[in-house]
């Protein structure tokens, strides 16, 4: 049996083809496993500023989105308006509103690393980011992120 | 002959796995999230005050076209991290002595540092106009970090012979962290008149 397997392997010269599936399935893993799927739509148009000294956002599981920006659809104005989730926010009281409803539905010990990213567009004034600030700070939601690019270049 | 036994041909596998691959290498979105975190204060109680010493204060004053003043003088934003840097320098912490140019220091006792060291009682205080630009904003909060992060960086060379940066022993961390918080504070937002 064993002579016969190796005699058949030495007429063949031809690389086997069989691992390639492996191959290709091992690298879908990996990319199905770091891949997020952008889940919300944007409403705002959001450049963020360039900062050097960031820090990432680890779990993104507890971390949740306000975008602040000039509306992309141009039908709404061009004034600087709040997204949250898909949609635009039509008082700022929503804000403290929205952010207590998440903390109550999380475990006790994860309320405490919540994490609030805002995603700012950098030509904002810095008023409507310290209405949301104070809001955040109403539902007790600490701590926060400015969102920002890395940038080294002017380090 | 069992020719009955017919088996799937896995000849395809690679074609359909290859296809799912293209799929995902489209829709990956690899950018990481990243950013300047800050905790916010927690909702202010009627009537607390906090009292600060003038030598432990620096101001920071943000105006509506985005210049910059610090205590009396107005400066650009590059001079922010060295301005910062001196004011929180803290060479020696193991006296408590500190020219009266400089904020005063507090005991405390730190692990791995000492039962009684001293930290630096100064404080940053950021003000900004509602007509404050974000960008201005977000570069002078980075600056701030970067002189925390500058002295914090000296610190843990001296200290433990390791950047800060490359510290990855959970106690040193908190140690440099304690010895050189981040001592920033936001006022409360006031209406002054105008945008």
Redesign the interface.
Known sequence: MKMKLKKSAKGNSEIS?AS??DI??M??FF??V?????DTKLLVKVI??D???????EK?SL?EYIYIGPPVNKKYGDETRIQINDQFISGLHEISEWATTIIINRPEDERKFL?T??K????????I??DI??E???A?A?????????NLANK | MSKKITEIS?GS??DI??L??IF??V????D????????????LLDSTKIIVERRNLMNIWINKSDRIQVNENEVQVEDIRQLVAEFLANDDFRIEETPPSMPEKKPKAIPLLGQQVYVSKGIISLK????????M???V??EL??AI?KLREDFSEKQFGIRYSQLSDEAKLKAVQKQFPMAISEAE?AIIGG?
Do not use: W
């Open positions: 083809t390639l599936p290709i399935f690298l879908l990319f199905m770091t891949t997020t799927m952008r963020p500023p900062a050097t000294e960031v820090q990432r956002l993104k971390v994490t990213s805002l700012v567009h950098k030509d904002t004034k810095m008023g980011v310290t600030k104070q955040l700070r109403k007790n600490l701590k926060i992120n400015y969102s920002t690019r890395k | 896995a596998m690679a796995a290859f799912l691959l995902f290498l829709t990956t979105t690899m990481v999230d990243v950013g300047i975190t800050r905790i916010l204060p927690p909702p900004n106009d509602r007509g404050t630009s974000y960008e904003y977000v570069r909060q980075n970090a970067a992060n937002p945008n």
